[in-house]
């Protein structure tokens, strides 16, 4: 089976990754920045041959998708199993809350415990890891030797990562998640391969544009 070609992007900026307020999986909306890098997202994936767009069913990243969506002519598709971890109780805390009203919890969370799940329905690292495990490898399977966008969020990308990489869930994270980023990756029934990781030139460029 020819290997399928993946563009793994990270949604826009929030306010609430501003302000470093868990979102997990509620729905936040993309403020102006975020809008602003999902438009130059889309704009640097045009011209590329994309097959499909999937994307989390939540607002922050079909804001993104769309987008890319409206720049390439492709259209987007939401998949659940895209969503961002679940974070249960901690959802709409910052991290500061909960290292002051769960001490234990924060650091089980900041260790990386791989079956330490947050309370109140928050997914495990390695239920997570399982999850988008499935998810991407199906949607991978779908386009044997084409190239595929995936719109997600941090833990997502994250465990993509580590996957491509083969690391642990609870090994330290050395890598960037920047919003709006372009990550590139193969898939082949083997597994998933890293191509390249945290190319924010499409950014970085226009802001200095902005600048002159």
């Known amino acids: 089976m020819e290997a399928t070609r993946i563009i793994a992007v990270r949604h826009g900026e929030t306010s609430w990754n501003v302000d470093s307020r868990i979102q997990g999986q509620l729905d936040v909306s993309l403020n102006d920045t975020g809008l602003w890098q999902a438009r130059r997202v889309g704009e640097a994936l045009v011209g590329e041959p994309i097959s499909a767009v999937y994307t989390s ?104 990562y580590r996957l491509a990489t083969r690391q642990e869930v609870n090994a330290p994270r050395t890598w960037e998640l920047p919003n709006g980023a372009i990550n590139r990756l193969l898939w082949t029934p083997q597994g998933f391969t890293l191509v390249g990781w945290s190319d924010t030139q499409h950014l970085n460029e226009a802001a200095d544009e902005n600048t002159l």
């Open 57 to 160: 069913d939540l607002g922050r990243a079909r804001q993104t998708a769309a987008s890319i969506s409206e720049l390439t002519g492709v259209p987007l598709v939401p998949d659940e199993g895209l969503r961002e971890r679940s974070f249960g109780v901690f959802e709409g805390m910052t991290f500061d809350e909960i290292h002051e009203q769960w001490p234990d919890h924060a650091q089980s969370w900041r260790r990386r415990v791989p079956e330490w799940q947050p309370p109140q329905g928050g997914e495990s690292l390695l239920q997570l890891r399982e999850r988008v495990t499935r998810t991407v490898t199906e949607l991978a399977a779908r386009h044997p030797g084409e190239l595929i966008v995936v719109v997600a969020h941090g833990g997502v990308l994250d465990a993509l």
